[in-house]
């Protein structure tokens, strides 16, 4: 079985910084891609960094420059570091990861459980 922890959210006034982070446990074979996405009431899951297993990134546009995604792959976690925090990034956050269970399984795609992120004065 595997899961996915988030830690790191919570209130943060506009301009700060919050470092999410998440880790994998279980019975990982390969961990693959890693990412995280948000969703704001209202709005759909939308992705906003992703980290490859070879290291390559992408973001969303809205927070380039911002936010910074970065792995551990000896403790099997991804990061994501918040810099100038706005308003419209209040959310829950939600870690993504692509793994495979063994060498024969092929890769499937797990969540976390989500974390808040509240960017208010």
């Known amino acids: 079985q595997v899961q996915l922890v988030e830690s790191g959210g919570g209130l943060v006034q506009p301009g700060g910084s919050l470092r999410l982070s998440c880790a994998a446990s279980?019975?990982?074979?390969?961990?693959?891609?890693m990412g995280w996405y948000r969703q704001a009431p209202g709005r759909e899951r939308e992705l906003v960094a992703r980290?490859?297993?070879?290291?390559?990134?992408n973001y969303v546009d809205s927070v380039k420059g911002r936010f910074t995604i970065s792995r551990d792959n000896a403790k099997n976690t991804v990061y994501l570091q918040m810099n100038s925090l706005k308003p419209e990034d209040t959310a829950v956050y939600y870690c993504?990861?692509?793994?495979?269970?063994?060498?024969?399984?092929?890769?499937?795609?797990?969540w976390g459980q989500g974390t808040q992120v509240t960017v208010s004065s």
């Open positions: 993504n990861a692509d793994l495979s269970t063994s060498y024969y399984s092929r890769p499937l795609n797990y």
């Open positions: 279980g019975s990982i074979f390969r961990l693959n891609a």
């Open positions: 980290v490859t297993g070879g290291g390559t990134t």
